[in-house]
């Protein structure tokens, strides 16, 4: 599907149960007053636009791209007014619904909360059954708590352009998510040699077994594109939650889940079998150069 037009493409941002976190993300953008520049903005809850949502939900006008925030609720209004109604129109014309954030891509917080009613436009969870499932072709899921605003920006580059984006199965941009979270951790070294961080915030150690870092299964490119251009949550000594996959939150974000001290989970395409033999051999080693570091930076905090 490409959007190449001699037009500015119009776009739509529309909200279901949300915090406004993928809203806030968005401003971050680097690049954001060159990219609005670029399209014509229909409506944006935060931002000058052309319409307000008054004028919106009269349904009377059309739209090539619809950004939807926040966990879609069939019994949300707005004003009075039933979102879905809304969004049910705008979708008919628009060429890409883009899902912003998890809770737009598989339910997030809110699902938690509220499953029974509360889900992602075309997946609840590991389910195909979202409001928008009869046109799923259009919907581009770019999952996060929040969304990072450089991958919104860069999907929505890539459709002024008329480039293709090719989508994995959770129709997820795979050039975004095709990475893990664990892929240029600043930690990686630690995580290899199993030298483990003890507290929140230190620089050195590895956040997997002891903090519940879920980078080594997590489908994200938080520490290859990083936030502001600058950093990340490892990278800042936080673990990370795995907040792009479709079964967060989870339950105890800061816990390595273990059965007889062997972790529930291992990093994907690695067999348990096989982790716990290269662990086990890793532990047998002393890699002093890295210790060290650690101890010193125990000892100047």
Sequence with gaps: MHLKTDSKPTLLWLQGVTCNGNT???????????????YELLYHP????LQTFENVSTCKFKCDIVVFEGTFDPLLQLNNISVHRILKHYVQSA??????????????MFKASAPERNSGLIFN??????????????VINLSGCP?????????????LEGEEIILDSYH??????????????????????????KMFGEKEGCLYYEQ????????ASCNKILWNEISSKTRSGMPCFGCTEPDFPRADFFTTKTNMSIPEDVPLGVSKRSYLTVAGIAKTFHIKRLEGKLIDYKRTD
């Design 95 to 108: 060429k890409y619904v883009i899902a912003a954030g998890s809770c737009a891509s598989f339910g997030g």
């Design 212 to 219: 519940g870092c879920r980078a080594p299964m997590t489908h």
């Design 24 to 38: 806030h993300s968005f401003l971050n953008l680097s690049s954001l007053v060159d990219l609005l520049a670029s």
């Design 147 to 159: 969304i990072h605003p450089e991958w919104l920006g860069y999907t929505l580059s890539m459709i």
């Design 125 to 138: 969870e590991m389910l195909q059954e979202g409001p928008l499932l009869y046109c799923k072709e259009k």
């Design 46 to 49: 935060s931002l000058p636009s």
């Design 172 to 197: 997820r941009p795979v050039e975004l998510y095709s990475y893990l979270a664990h892929h240029g951790c600043t930690r990686n070294e630690y995580f290899e040699w199993k030298i483990d961080s």
